[in-house]
């Protein structure tokens, strides 16, 4: 494998990533799943970084799962769509920072629809009106999440306490990286890294001292997709897709895999409870499984705050391997403890309160 | 006085048409950037049909230049190309200034680069190669992995960077079906032992004996041609190649390891030719090769009096065609002289 | 165990490394005109069996060449040998013997015997 040959298709796709003051838009579905990845980006942002993170209260869903499910038609995507841009102006924003990846994917898509067919763009701009009366201005800058996580790597990675480095052999960890599809596989050009090799998540594996897997199933979908999972019946073509992806890494003995979508962790994650269910089969080394992050709780990680104040206990597939292989101080007796009783038990610094 | 035609570009094509300006009774000079002439003629080691070794066209070719009529200019590149009135003025790299009452711009073609197709893998893998380097392997008479070791099963694609929109390349560059068979044939005659699998859209064999050659590739040389474009290349844990192709003749995808990828790489208009294209006002076609004022009996004209075209500057083409091309050039530039320059 | 009320679906993928492709090779050794066939379809096109029932001598051929036995075992037992194939095929294939090769061939391995 020859690095070099990669490292000129990165330079190839640089993306525009705004320095601060950001408006941030959360994920439907990600607080239920994985509840400490998103308090944990806005702490790492706003307390560690000291950048302008920005919230409005009023703000909704973009409706991106119900588009993909064809149960929301386009047109109203697009005015509630216009109707998140409209808060975002209203609150004197313009870096647009959606936390979810289907989120990413579908502004994308609708600000370039707008952009070959400005009668849609003006069409949209009525409707909000005579819906709302609000009015809207464009983003002039989207960037997600991981990107902005990318973008302030090194300064993450100067801050951090742990690296991602097996502490009894001394080897960087092997880190199997999913980016999730809407990120770079509709628009290339918006994803940093483009389709192919996407550089997001490698990018902050390196600089945290990991090493990132290529494996023959690495571009493959996890199968979240919307419309297959929704329905019990389809859902055996979703965990299939994850076998698949499973079954292809596995040799690799990878210790970690890290995503950038709210699905494919969940999907990564509980689908290796059901494939065990099934079949028997488990993928990761002594009879575990693979321990599937976000890469906010991997940042989290490295920077040493609390694995259970980052919500790992939330996890099906068990973290705590990984943990014990980089040297992370936790304690087990918490793992299920709430804030109260941690309070009254010890000083603790929290990140939900 | 004689007259005195520059040929720009010393390949097949610029050769060809400076021995038959001189026999004409014409002043020739070949402006040339490499440090030799030949072109990509160079870089092949047997040439299709009948896989006769390149060296005695390259022979032949020489026998060219070796007439004391022809001035050869080699690592030289042109800054300025202007008509003026009655002649041209052609600037080279180093200060030169030629006089010239015609030009033939026989600037020929670059290869694809395969690293443009991403999902291949070209330069990150180690066993996939272009065609290009095939032949290099084939001239040095050992075809081996980067390991050293002797591939077993070999995978041919067809059409990279050809009938590709991705790339931004419409056209079908003509020969790289016919150079998958024969380098298919060359890869079962050096190691009998092999599986070589040709991936293909369309088997392309539009010329004299090309069908032929398919035919005695899969009857006497068994190789296996399966109908559909490969997705993707990645490697296992073992440096195997796992490519996913569509077998279009089944209907169902089709998984396989490989331990050799190679890349038919098409044609497109060189870099060399872009620039003078810039730099004299000649135009370019869509497809950006030099755009021909006729397609049908003016394939050698330009749209500036006085310049002709030869060979693969204007559109993909084999050895032979590129050759008849070349002497029609010279054709057109005595007809062009005799009248008078206008 | 649970019951999730699904199961993990099959792929349909062509698996070249775990499929056997012995009778691909028996008949390469008995009939060498078989390398020849390109599957354009021409006997397919003219076959009396294949013009009534599902059977497409172009798809067995591929199928063959890939190791897909199962379907070619249950399928080549409605040639009726009419011979039309042989008479359209460009290449100059001996499609009819290589039905008769493909038969002989089950018949001959006792797992397979149709």
């Known amino acids: 494998m020859n690095i070099e040959g990669k490292k000129a298709i990165w330079k190839d796709y640089q993306k525009e990533i705004a320095e601060d003051k950001f408006y941030y838009v959360r994920s439907c579905v990600r607080q239920n799943f994985f509840p400490g990845s998103e308090t944990a980006f806005l702490k790492i942002m706003r307390d560690e970084l000291k950048k302008d993170v920005f919230e409005h209260p009023c703000h909704t869903t973009c409706t991106g799962i119900g588009y993909h499910c064809d149960i929301v038609p386009v047109e109203t995507t697009m005015t509630v769509v216009a109707r998140q841009f409209a808060l975002m102006t209203e609150a004197g924003y313009e870096n647009l920072l959606p936390s979810c990846i289907t989120s990413f994917g579908l502004y994308t898509e609708i600000l370039d629809t707008w952009h070959h067919f400005p009668e849609v763009e003006k069409k949209v701009r009525e409707q909000l009106r005579k819906a709302t009366g609000r009015e809207f201005k464009k983003p002039k800058n989207l960037a997600h999440a991981s990107d902005v996580i990318y973008k302030f790597r090194k300064e993450i990675g100067a801050k951090a306490k742990y690296k991602l480095i097996n502490k009894n052999t001394g080897e960087p960890l092997k880190v199997v990286d999913h980016i999730g599809c809407h990120y770079s596989k509709m628009f290339p050009s918006k994803g940093v890294g483009g389709a192919e090799y996407p550089y997001v998540l490698t990018g902050m594996i390196e600089e945290w001292g990991g090493q990132i897997i290529d494996y023959p199933e690495r571009r493959h979908c996890c199968g979240f997709g919307f419309r297959q999972y929704l329905v019990q019946a389809n859902r055996g073509f979703s965990i299939a897709c994850s076998k698949e992806k499973f079954e292809s890494m596995k040799p690799y003995k990878p210790d970690m895999i890290i995503t950038n979508c709210p699905g494919c962790p969940m999907f990564l994650d509980r689908w290796q409870y059901v494939i065990n269910e099934m079949e028997g089969k488990r993928y990761g080394q002594n009879g575990e499984g693979i321990p599937v992050f976000t890469y906010e709780e991997v940042a989290g990680l490295v920077l040493g705050y609390d694995p259970w104040d980052l919500g790992l206990q939330m996890h099906q597939t068990d973290c705590e391997p990984v943990l014990d292989k980089i040297g992370i101080e936790y304690s087990p007796e918490d793992k299920y403890n709430t804030s109260e009783n941690i309070i009254k038990s010890k000083s603790h610094s929290l990140i939900n309160v | 006085m004689r007259k005195h035609v520059v040929v720009i570009g010393g390949g097949v094509a610029g050769l060809e048409s400076a021995g038959c300006l001189s026999k004409a009774g014409f002043d020739v000079s070949i402006l040339e950037k490499e440090d030799q002439t030949g072109g990509h003629l160079n870089d092949w080691y047997k040439l299709f049909p009948d896989r006769r070794n390149s060296s005695e066209v390259k022979e032949y070719l020489n026998g060219i230049t070796l007439n004391n009529r022809i001035e050869l200019l080699t690592n030289t590149t042109i800054k300025k190309l202007n008509r003026n009135k009655t002649h041209f003025s052609i600037i080279t790299d180093k200060g030169k200034e030629l006089i010239a009452d015609a030009v033939i711009v026989a600037t020929g073609f670059d290869l694809f680069k395969s690293a443009r197709k991403e999902e291949y893998g070209y330069g990150i893998y180690d066993n996939v190669i272009t065609s290009a380097d095939l032949e290099k392997m084939f001239r040095k008479g050992e075809i081996s992995l980067k390991s050293g070791n002797t591939p077993k099963t070999i995978g041919i694609v067809h059409c990279v960077g050809s009938r590709d929109e991705k790339v931004g390349n419409f056209y079908c560059s003509k020969l790289c079906c016919v150079t998958a068979v024969k380098q298919a044939i060359e890869i079962r005659e050096h190691l009998p032992e092999s599986k070589v699998f040709c991936f293909y859209m369309d088997m392309r064999m539009g010329g004299a004996y090309y069908e032929e050659l398919y035919r005695e590739a899969q009857e006497k040389w068994g190789v296996n041609f399966i109908r559909g474009k490969v997705s993707e290349a990645g490697e296992a844990i073992d440096h195997k190649l796992v490519i996913k192709v569509e077998d279009t003749l089944a209907g169902r995808p089709l998984k396989m390891e490989l331990d050799m990828l190679v890349l038919m790489a098409g044609m497109e208009m060189s870099e060399g030719g872009k620039k003078i294209a810039g730099l004299s006002g000649l135009n370019t076609g869509e497809n950006r090769f030099f755009a021909a004022t006729d397609h049908h009996y003016g394939s050698n004209r330009s749209n500036i009096n006085g310049v002709f075209y030869a060979g693969t500057c204007t559109a993909p083409m084999n050895i032979t065609e590129t050759i008849s091309h070349a002497r029609a050039a010279v054709s057109e530039v005595t007809d062009y002289l005799r009248e008078g320059s206008k | ?114």
């Open chain 3, 1 to 114: 165990m649970e019951k999730f009320g699904f199961t993990i679906s099959k792929g349909r993928q062509i698996d070249y490394e775990s499929n056997n492709r012995w009778i691909a090779e028996y008949i390469y050794e008995r009939e060498p005109s078989f390398r020849l066939c390109i599957e354009c379809g021409g006997c397919a096109a003219t076959c009396t069996t294949g013009n009534l029932t599902k059977f497409s001598l172009r798809e067995l051929h591929i199928l063959i060449k890939r190791g897909e036995n199962d379907q070619v075992r249950q399928n080549i037992r409605k040639c009726m040998l009419c011979g039309k194939c042989t008479l359209v095929c460009p290449r100059g294939v001996n499609t009819r013997n290589i039905v008769v090769l493909v038969k002989q061939a089950f018949n001959k391995s006792d797992d397979y015997a149709i």
